[in-house]
Structures are given as C-alpha cells and as structure tokens.
C-alpha cells in the first residue's frame, strides 16, 4: 500500500446532501492534494495544500470545500452537488508541494450523485 | 504552455510481446515527466520519472521510458508483457520553472489490454 487511505471507498448522496471525504497520509509529506477523475477526462487537479495551506485552488466550485486541519489529514465537504460531480475523487501526497516530487495516491471515494 | 497528449487511449498486446505507449508532450522548458499506472479500484502509482538526469529512465516492474527532446516524446516501454500489466497508465508533464503543483498536467490515460 502507498500509505494514503481515503474514505468512505464509495459513497452515494442526494443532491441535497451534505458529506465529506476524508483523506490520510502516513509517511511524513507536507503536501497534499485532492483530485477529480471523471470517465473519459483527464485528471483535473482540484485543491493542493502545502503545510497545511491552501495553495491552489483551480476555480472548484464552491460546492467542495476543502480542509487541512494538519499535515496528515485532508477533507473534501461536499453540499448541494450535482449529478455531473459523480466521478473518483482521489488524494494524494507528497514530499513538497513541487513539480518534480512524486505523489503518492490513495485509493479514490467513488462518489454517486443521484 | 504545457500540454501532454497520450496518442492511443487503448492498447492491447499478446502475453510475452513489447509494449510501447506512446506519449508527447510540449513545455516552455525542460519539462520532468511521469508515468503513473493505475489498476482498477486502485490509486495512481508512479512508475517512473525523468528529471533532467539520464534520458533512459528505468522504473518498476521492467517498464522504461526515453527521454527525445527533439521528438518531444516519453515513450513507455517493456520488453514483454505480462498479465498483471493490464491498466491504465497515464503521461505527466510538469515544467521545473514553477514552483506550484498546478503546473502538473496529466494526459487522458492509455489502457493496457494483455491477450493470453
């Protein structure tokens, strides 16, 4: 295992509700980063947090909101979501928040929006 | 402005034969380069990455990539096949002269088929 767990692994919510998505890292990185996969679409960086500040944020609806609250755990919320938001959203870690730093990935929330 | 675009979205090869999943990319700069495999119901792994070292990278589970800046291309190969290489396997360009991460861009994935 790369040392990053997400979850729930799946989850399906009504466009009304409200979720999170939790996001763990064990192996001693600063940053970390939530991303969207959508079938058929490459991946689509979403949040990226280095020492426990945000430092990207491109153009994500406000419907997500991200928390950091340390190092080792990330949060995605989740409220009022649309049907076109189902897809794997994915974290991961690494090192730096660099070009060049590998990132480690967790498994993925397969997230269903009905 | 960086792109990368991964020429086959799907490959299917015999057991024991090469594997070739063609990659280009373009970069203002010189670039480092990725290649992350992704099983199914699984996160990315990083196969391998090119940061302006050698040009013939090698990575995990016999899988190479070269380096052509004058093709601009990242191919990936291995020499032979297996089954457990069926995937989806995915191009990463990102330009050294920024400091952010957003500047990671991903292609749109190539999925490897293995025939028995």
């Known amino acids: 295992e790369t040392g990053v767990t997400q979850t729930p692994r799946h989850l399906v919510m009504g466009m009304t509700n409200k979720k999170s998505l939790k996001c763990e890292q064990h192996?001693?990185?600063?940053?970390m980063y939530w991303y969207k996969q959508s079938a058929k679409k490459p991946l689509e960086l979403m949040f990226v947090?280095?020492?426990?500040?945000?430092?990207e944020n491109n153009s994500v609806p406000s419907r997500f909101s991200p928390e950091c609250p340390n190092s080792s755990h990330l949060f995605l919320h989740l409220h009022t979501l649309q049907p076109e938001d189902s897809a794997l959203y994915l974290c991961?870690?690494?090192?730096?928040?660099?070009?060049?730093?590998?990132?480690?990935f967790g498994p993925g929330t397969r997230l269903t929006v009905l | 402005a960086q792109s990368v675009t991964q020429l086959d979205s799907h490959v299917s090869v015999s057991e024991g034969t090469p594997v070739l999943l063609r990659c280009n990319y373009s970069?203002?700069?010189?670039?480092?380069l990725f290649w992350y495999v992704q099983h199914p119901n699984k996160g990315l792994q990083l196969l391998l990455k090119?940061?302006?070292?050698?040009?013939l990278v090698k990575g995990i589970n016999g899988f190479e990539a070269e380096f052509k800046k004058s093709e601009t291309s990242f191919h990936l190969t291995k020499p032979s096949a297996h089954m457990s290489d069926a995937a989806e396997y995915f191009c990463?360009?990102?330009?050294?002269?920024?400091?952010?991460?957003?500047?990671?861009?991903f292609g749109s994935g190539t999925r490897l088929s293995i025939r028995p």
């Open positions: 970069s203002s700069y010189s670039p480092s």
């Open positions: 192996l001693g990185h600063n940053a």
């Open positions: 990463v360009v990102s330009d050294p002269g920024y400091s952010s991460a957003s500047k990671i861009i």
């Open positions: 947090y280095s020492l426990e500040e945000r430092v």
């Open positions: 991961a870690s690494s090192l730096l928040a660099g070009t060049t730093d590998t990132q480690y």
């Open positions: 090119y940061t302006s070292a050698a040009t």
